[in-house]
């Protein structure tokens, strides 16, 4: 006789034999089989906080500590990323060459043959300026007919800087 309740939902750790599973009664299979799937649904509730459901913070357990969110500069390390194209730097045009050479090896020869060129230093020189500084003086007087002082007003194109 068949009753359509298969023994491949039972687990191992529930320590029901497999040959004694057909001879349990029905209604007790029925409810091994409703607890059984009842347990796993709670189980799976019993692992959800904030941080992996739409529970507030609130209800999270006391003890359990909230993981804080690192800051970008925490997570990453610094410097470039593996794999990505690096930019070198960019010579500007020189206004004169000099061209070095070794001096001599460690061994003392001073000979040498197939030079190439390894390196490029360049040097940068700023221009020295020299800021245009020009004084306006402004003398004040006093009137010769009403005697209140006066002062002269700087141009309109002087007055910022």
């Not at 023994?7 to 409703?34: F, H, K, M, Y």
């Not at 019993?46 to 003890?63: E, F, L, M, W």
């Not at 960019?90 to 090896?105: K, N, R």
């Not at 390196?119 to 020299?130: E, S």
Request: proline letters at 11%.
């Amino acid at each position: 006789m068949r009753d359509g309740l298969d023994p491949a939902p039972l687990r191992e750790e529930l320590g029901i034999p497999t040959a004694d599973w057909p001879q349990t009664p029905v209604r007790g299979r029925l409810a091994v089989l409703t607890l059984l799937k009842r347990l796993e649904t709670l189980a799976a509730r019993s692992h959800q906080n904030s941080s992996n459901s739409s529970r507030p913070p609130s209800t999270d357990a006391p003890t359990k500590k909230r993981q804080r969110r690192m800051n970008a500069s925490e997570r990453r390390r610094p410097g470039g990323n593996l794999g990505h194209p690096d930019h070198p730097p960019v010579l500007l045009a020189p206004t004169a060459t000099i061209a070095l050479f070794p001096e001599a090896c460690a061994c003392g020869q001073r000979g040498f043959v197939d030079l190439i060129q390894s390196h490029t230093h360049q040097v940068l020189a700023l221009p020295c300026m020299r800021p245009d500084v020009t004084h306006c003086l402004l003398p004040q007087g006093q009137c010769r007919s009403c005697g209140k002082r006066c002062k002269a007003t700087i141009p309109a194109d002087q007055r910022s800087g």
